[in-house]
């Protein structure tokens, strides 16, 4: 158990970037196939948090350093370390998520990124798809689909550019 403020303080700065960023990103591009398991979540927070913590320590460790070392200053400055907090572990996070997403689902980016896969002759030998279904949905066409379900029934129906059958991509 923490026993200080700077101990709390020390904690949440830890872990609350990558909680924030993972609930940003979840509400701009919304869940991924692989994200079903709480702990894929978690373990993504932490390693999302341990990127800011990196990032924060190359911009501001010998600031930070300096509070830590003598908290009294730090108390004498209450405002500023309150705003400090909170652009660091929720504004930061929160617009990186969102620059992430956007940039990530950009047609110029997708342009960008093949040409430099095809240039460095990057091409992957296994497809990262994460299911068969999503693999067979992916690239079909409109037209009318039937699909037998687990218990041995039958639906069927159109299937068109605006229908859904996956959350992949």
């Not at 948090?49 to 930070?64: D, K, L, T």
Request: no cysteine; hydrophobic share 55%.
């Amino acid at each position: 158990m923490p026993e200080s403020w700077v101990q709390v303080a020390v904690i949440l700065a830890a872990v609350m970037p990558g909680f924030v960023y993972q609930v940003s990103r979840r509400d701009v591009v919304g869940p991924g196939p692989d994200e079903r398991e709480v702990a894929v979540r978690v373990l993504r927070a932490i390693a999302a948090s341990a990127v800011f913590a990196g990032v924060y320590a190359a911009a501001i460790g010998p600031m930070v350093v300096r509070y830590l070392r003598e908290p009294d200053t730090a108390l004498s400055q209450v405002r500023l370390m309150g705003g400090l907090f909170l652009l660091l572990v929720v504004v930061l996070p929160w617009l990186a998520a969102r620059v992430v997403a956007y940039v990530g689902t950009a047609g110029w980016f997708g342009a960008l990124s093949a040409r430099l896969v095809h240039a460095l002759h990057l091409k992957r030998s296994w497809d990262p798809t994460p299911s068969a279904w999503d693999f067979a949905f992916g690239k079909v066409e409109p037209g009318w689909v039937r699909v037998r379900l687990g218990d041995g029934s039958w639906v069927g129906g159109w299937f068109s550019t605006m229908s859904y059958a996956s959350s992949f991509p």
